[in-house]
């Protein structure tokens, strides 16, 4: 049975989708029935009515993530529209709830406008905990982000720009680290300025990267000075003042990041690059080259893609679960870039620690150890949840953003 078979046969399985809804208190007896609805529900309302902040006490609202699209740039499919989104975004709800513990619903919004999106966000927002955009089309995302951030007193969150820039710049710290390279050194080489290359660039200055670092380029070519046709977000790094062609660019490059086509980068150019490259190809299915075709030709560069049937998958379920999980639990009311920042490190300080027995027999390993087949966490690490987690809550706290004070015991909050 070939994976697209089995893909409808496993959604179709019924019950339909992958997600449903689960009571949390007993409704057996009349009694229950009484406390969870009429009349004895009227008290936690009158409570939340007089004080709002008891809706973290009374409902489900401070374990709940939103998780909302339009469908204008799902996955590789591009612009399919909400409802052929669905089955993406009840997806996302599967993964926060298997590595994070929390609840989500999944919204689909049929709307491309701006102010419209941005109205609909906001006026449904009093339901969750926190809200994670997801597949929304660039440069629409960053205008919807940005006014739900200045809008909401609540997390909002855009994976396909934040959770990819931490986990990318996580794997690229332990890859530099490796290859005795320094963030405020290298020579830069991004393809694809969409809502991950634009972050991933803006994440890169965190980490003492200059623009001037940076050759980023589009579908038209390299983002310079004398284009005219750049958005706003384009422009900030079209730093350079002349055009360049990719291959010129690849010239003396140590970091090559692509989130954009497959195939785009040539052994030729690969070959141009300095000692001891890093390429990140993160195009999924098929990535920007593929990993033999760099071996062959360069066995001194590091490697790492979109993909889990080849090393250093990144992939954003190793950070939007425990971002959500640890800013939910102190109830930071927003994401900052210390928190992002503090995943980061988490992650790329526990790439560097032995790999548990249970993580390898879940991947098929008898071994893996720290290095050039391993320098981010699998996905499937179960010390993700306890490792990562309470070091985003502690720089929430840090940060003056939490609403309240990490859990006693937090780990063994989070392993039980």
């Known amino acids: 049975m070939d994976l697209k078979t089995k893909a409808l046969n496993y959604h ?6 992958k997600i449903g809804t689960a009571t949390t208190k007993p409704v057996a007896l009349n009694d229950d029935l009484s406390l969870a609805y009429t009349p004895g529900v009227a008290a936690p309302c009158l409570e939340i009515a007089r004080d709002p902040e008891n809706a973290y006490k009374y409902t489900n609202k401070g374990h709940l993530v939103a998780v909302i699209s339009n469908g204008t740039a799902v996955l590789g499919l591009g612009n399919i529209g909400a409802l052929a989104s669905k089955p993406v975004m009840e ?14 619903f999944d919204i689909e919004v049929d709307c491309q406008n701006v102010d419209k999106l941005v109205e609909i966000i906001a006026a449904i927002s009093p339901s969750f905990g926190a809200i994670n955009l997801e597949d929304i089309k660039a440069p629409e995302c960053f205008e919807v982000e940005k006014r739900l951030i200045n809008q909401l007193n609540m997390p909002v969150f855009h994976d396909d720009q934040h959770g990819t820039a931490v986990v990318t710049l996580a794997g690229l710290k332990s890859a530099l680290e490796l290859q005795n390279k320094k963030f405020h050194e290298v020579k830069i080489v991004m393809v694809g300025a969409g809502s991950a290359g634009i972050a991933i660039a803006n994440f890169l200055l965190k980490f003492g990267v200059k623009k001037s670092q940076i050759y980023m380029f589009d579908s038209q070519g390299l983002l310079h000075k004398g284009r005219g046709d750049l958005n706003t977000y384009k422009q900030d790094f079209a730093e350079h003042t002349s055009d360049i062609s990719l291959e010129d660019a690849m010239k003396g490059c140590d970091v090559f990041l692509g989130i954009s086509v497959k195939d785009i980068l040539s052994r030729e150019m690969v070959q141009t690059m300095s000692r001891n490259a890093i390429i990140f190809a993160m195009t999924n299915p098929d990535p920007e080259i593929k990993p033999e075709i760099v071996w062959d030709v360069r066995p001194d560069i590091l490697m790492a893609t979109g993909r889990g049937d080849y090393p250093n998958q990144i992939n954003n379920v190793l950070c939007f679960p425990y971002l959500f999980r640890g800013t939910l639990d102190v109830g930071a009311r927003k994401i900052t870039d210390a928190m992002k920042i503090a995943c980061v490190n988490a992650l790329s300080d526990l790439a560097k620690l032995e790999v548990p027995r249970g993580t390898l027999e879940k991947y098929n390993l008898t071994e893996l150890s720290y290095g050039k087949d391993y320098f981010i966490p699998k996905a499937l690490d179960e010390r993700l949840l306890t490792f990562v987690t309470p070091r985003i809550a502690d720089a ?3 940060s003056g953003v939490a609403q309240r004070a990490m859990p006693e015991n937090y780990e063994d909050v989070l392993s039980g």
Request: charged share 15%; aromatic share 4%.
């Open 91 to 104: 997806g996302k709800s599967v993964l926060l709830k298997r590595f994070s513990g929390l609840d989500s």
């Open 396 to 398: 929430a706290i840090q």
């Open 12 to 17: 179709a399985q019924h019950p339909a989708g």
